[in-house]
T-cell receptor
Framework: AQKITQTQPGMFVQEKEAVTLDCTYD???????LFWYKQPSSGEMIFLIY??????QNATEGRYSLNFQKARKSANLVISASQLGDSAMYFC???????????????FGQGTILTVHP | KAGVTQTPRYLIKTRGQQVTLSCSPI?????VSWYQQTPGQGLQFLFE???????NKGNFPGRFSGRQFSNSRSEMNVSTLELGDSALYLC?????????FGEGSRLTVL
């Protein structure tokens, strides 16, 4: 069974500062993928970044980067230069790889509410 | 490119009724997954359909069912609604990469 743990129920950051959202995971699968999603108050889940367990380099997407430490089973999201529009709920999630059986089944953490102050 | 479309966005039902939610995936995506989101349980996987076949199912009672049509559009149905079924129901579509979610259908059961 897979498990995602996000230990920070809420985080605060000043506009233009960087913030790290923590995520640890547990799985017995030999290969897996890790995701981060943003959920604003509208409810839509917005894909931010993806890291495969065999990827050698940490994933980056614009202001988002994923600090992947496989031995520690952590996949922290780093948001640089925070903006007011970054205020939202953030979810870490994972799924087994390779697909072929189920691409659509993700296990989510409980989420972290990020508030960006001006 | 159109995103994932879910209808209706909001609905109110009473206990014992049934509800059907619809999801149109991104064009070309063959996998559609459904999730239930509640404040207490968080995001929980309901089921996934691929090419009209249910490929995976979460730990939900038989009152929750779904199907997928030949055009990849999917519906989920909840029968004999209970108060605890009040939730945001999210649909996601994918091929082999990341999942793209819709804005969800917010169901309130009175």
């Amino acid at each position: 069974a897979q498990k995602i743990t996000q230990t920070q129920p809420g985080m605060f950051v000043q506009e233009k500062e960087a913030v790290t959202l923590d995520c640890t995971y547990d799985t017995s699968d030999p290969s897996y993928g890790l995701f981060w999603y943003k959920q604003p108050s509208s409810g839509e889940m917005i894909f931010l970044i993806y890291q495969g367990s065999y990827d050698q380099q940490n994933a980056t997407e614009g202001r988002y980067s994923l600090n992947f430490q496989k031995a520690r089973k952590s996949a922290n999201l780093v948001i640089s230069a925070s903006q007011l529009g970054d205020s939202a709920m953030y979810f870490c999630a994972m799924r087994s790889l390779p697909g072929g059986t189920s691409y659509g089944k993700l296990t989510f953490g409980q989420g972290t509410i990020l508030t960006v102050h001006p | 490119k159109a995103g994932v479309t879910q209808t209706p966005r909001y609905l109110i039902k009473t206990r014992g009724q049934q509800v059907t939610l619809s999801c149109s995936p991104i064009s070309g995506h063959r996998s559609v997954s459904w999730y239930q989101q509640t404040p207490g349980q968080g995001l929980q996987f309901l089921f996934e359909y691929f090419s009209e076949t249910q490929r995976n199912k979460g730990n939900f009672p038989g009152r929750f069912s779904g199907r997928q049509f030949s055009n990849s559009r999917s519906e989920m149905n909840v029968s004999t609604l209970e108060l605890g079924d009040s939730a945001l129901y999210l649909c996601a579509s994918s091929n082999t990469g990341e999942l793209f979610f819709g804005e969800g259908s917010r169901l309130t059961v009175l």
